[in-house]
Each structure stands twice: as C-alpha cells, then as structure tokens.
C-alpha cells in the first residue's frame, strides 16, 4: 500500500502498489493524482572493512584549493 499527499489539498490518500504510476482521484478534492512509485527499500550500509564513497564535494573541499583572489 502507498501512501502519499494530494499536492492540491495536501489529503493523505492510500492506494494498492500496483496503481503506481497511474492517475487516481483525489477523495476530497477530487483532481486527478498520479500515484507515486513504492518507496525503494533502504541502502544497505557497507560490509565490515569497506568504506563509503566520498562525496565530491568533500573531495574538493579536502584539496586545500584556495578560491581567494590574488
């Protein structure tokens, strides 16, 4: 089951996985909502001894680059 918000009337509707993707109306505003995919299940946290990737903005800020003028 899926549940999400009306964008127009911010109404909490719930509606069976295999409607993701199609229109539905809404049960209080009654505009047309497409429903969302099912969430995706959480990633799984790296396996003892492996490290996560760095994010690049850490990379770039762990450089040293100095963006001052001169």
Known sequence: MISFFCPFCKHV???????AGQ?????????DIRVPSPAAPPAAAPAAGQTS???WWKRL???????AGG
Do not use: N, V, W, Y
């Open 13 to 19: 509707l719930k509606a069976p996985d295999e409607l």
């Open 23 to 31: 229109s539905i109306p809404c049960e209080q505003c009654k505009l």
């Open 53 to 55: 990737p760095t994010p």
């Open 61 to 67: 800020l762990g450089r040293g680059e100095s963006h």
